[in-house]
């Protein structure tokens, strides 16, 4: 897995997560190694370029 997203607050995060969701990506939520209570979103190496895509395509709307 690979750290793909660092979200810059929970809003933020639920969106990225909405559309990996609905891209068919899997991914998984780890703290941030900084002890910031944040968040980062990790995909599958193999579907990073494909997770940027689709987060490209979606701030476009």
Not at 11 to 34: H, M, N, P, S, W
């Amino acid at each position: 897995m690979a750290r793909f997203y660092d979200p810059k607050d929970e809003t933020d995060c639920c969106r990225v997560e909405a559309i990996l969701r609905k891209g068919g990506i899997e991914y998984f939520l780890r703290q941030e190694r900084r002890g910031t209570g944040m968040m980062e979103i990790h995909v599958a190496e193999e579907d990073v370029p494909r997770a940027e895509e689709l987060l490209t395509q979606g701030r476009g709307r």
